[in-house]
């Protein structure tokens, strides 16, 4: 059935499971290239493994069964060299997948020594910076990032499964917008004008929305010019995700069904293990308001459950080192970011935010000072943030306005103002970190660590 395989993967999948004597009956040939990740000589056998991102495999070389040019090639050969050889597929006495090598050439020599596989990288940031070391001697790495792979393709494909269609929105923004956050300036000669990089994609895929698209989702960049933290890099990528005709908690099942479709496919069970700790991810995630929330999980709440009192909240701040100058609202999200926020370890739902924190967001109907939306956390780290979206252009105009009030640089998207007067559908939408969501699929403590290269200071 294989007459030849030239793929270590493809290798490992097809035969790691024979038996010992199919395979050896078979006498399958291949003709694989790889690098040398060990060397043994015993006697007349010569033993090493070649690898590539994936797998991989024992070669053997028999010295009576090689020529003297082929002895001497393998002779000269070391760790970390890039080869092509040929050869029959077999199975030893200890039922190792082995290539009998009939053929041995080296493609690139290397210069340098790779670190010992076994100290690997010590320092981290060495790991970051010199990230091709890394994914070549550590397969914990390795396996981090071909996870990334799998759990984008899945969200690719259950989203498709359902009929949403992905888009593309520009990169380069003459406002920054969507997003209330620090941009990256560059500037476009030809047009003689500051341009932005994209803080969020929203205003443009709610243009997609008011144009007749109903299902949309757009997986890509956003650049934030602020801080660099254990869950924050200026270069990230997030998945936003809009539907028409359906609102904030159409939305939250969306998202926690990617996420239970994510834990199904990749993982096949129903938990994951955080510090330690075994979540499970059943259907029902825990929904709370983001004052309860803040009562039963900080400690300056235990005994005085009241968040409408200017004196107390402006007191538990002063404790905090928060600005007790800020409006009431940014208050309260920063005491839940500073108190309550890491505590949230199971799959739980924050909601009724204050609507003066939520800009974009559409009013609860029953009570106006709170927003239609909602922020997901998982391992004490926020993963997602949607809402039922605002689609009335007055109220929206009046709240970038008072944006500006805020910030005197801010300038608000017209042109968005303007597409709101052809009518927004009841829209819900929802932002997805993908690599928070990778940090806790891979129960990783930095956000370096799933991104293959994170921003770092340069030596230079």
């Given amino acids: 059935m294989f007459k030849k395989i030239n793929n270590i993967s493809n290798i490992i999948k097809y035969f790691k499971n024979k038996t010992r004597n199919i395979i050896n009956t078979l006498k399958i040939k291949t003709y694989i290239s790889g690098r040398i990740i060990s060397k043994r000589i015993m006697k007349k056998n010569i ?45 030893t006495k200890t039922n190792e997948l082995t290539i009998k090598c009939l053929y041995f050439k080296i493609l690139v020599k290397i210069y340098k020594h790779l670190p010992d596989k076994y100290n690997k990288l010590k320092k981290k940031e060495k790991k970051f910076r010199k990230r091709y070391l890394d994914l070549i ?24 499964n359902n009929d949403f269609l992905e888009v593309e929105t520009p990169m380069l923004h003459n406002i920054p917008g969507g997003a209330i956050a620090k941009p990256f300036i560059t500037y476009h000669n030809k047009l003689n004008t500051k341009m932005y990089l994209r803080i969020a994609p929203e205003l443009y895929l709610k ?22 933290s254990t869950t924050h890099n200026p270069e990230f990528t997030m998945i936003e995700i809009y539907k028409a005709y359906s609102n904030y908690k159409n939305m939250m099942n969306l998202t926690k069904n990617i996420i239970i479709y994510i834990i ?58 928060i600005n007790i100058k800020l409006k009431k609202s ?9 108190t309550t926020e890491k505590k949230l370890i199971k799959p739980t739902f924050i909601i009724k935010h204050p609507i003066e924190i939520s800009p974009l967001s559409l009013q609860n109907k029953k009570n106006n000072k709170i927003a239609d939306r909602f922020e997901l956390f998982i391992g004490g780290i926020e993963i997602a943030n949607g809402f039922s979206e605002l689609n009335d252009y007055k109220e929206q105009k009046k709240r970038f306005i008072k944006q500006k009030l805020i910030n005197k640089n801010y300038k608000y998207d017209k042109e968005y103002i303007e597409a709101l007067k052809y009518g927004l559908p009841p829209t819900a ?3 997805i970190g993908i690599d928070r969501l990778l940090m806790i699929l891979t129960n990783s403590t930095s956000i370096k660590e799933i991104i293959l290269f994170p921003i770092l200071k340069n030596l230079n």
């Fill in 137 to 160: 001697i550590n397969n914990e790495t390795k396996n981090k990032f071909l996870l990334r792979i799998k759990v984008i393709y899945i969200i690719r494909k259950y989203l498709n």
């Fill in 330 to 338: 940014k208050i309260i999200e920063k005491i839940f970011k500073l």
């Fill in 429 to 431: 939408g929802v932002g």
């Fill in 47 to 91: 033993f090493f493994n070649i690898q590539d991102i994936k797998s991989n495999i024992q070669i053997l070389a028999i010295k009576n069964y090689l020529s003297k040019k082929y002895i001497k090639r393998i002779n000269k050969s070391n760790i970390g060299d890039i080869i092509y050889i040929n050869g029959i597929l077999f199975k």
């Fill in 264 to 321: 199904n496919n990749i993982f096949k069970k129903n938990f994951l293990i955080i510090n330690k700790k075994k979540i499970y991810l059943n259907k029902k995630f825990k929904i709370i308001s983001i004052k309860k929330s803040i009562y039963k999980y900080s400690k300056y709440f235990k005994n005085i459950k009241d968040l409408n009192n200017i004196k107390i909240i402006k007191k538990i701040a002063k404790k905090l080192k």
């Fill in 207 to 228: 243009r997609l929305i008011i144009s007749g698209f109903t299902k949309i989702f757009e997986l890509n960049r956003n650049f934030r010019n602020e801080g660099i």
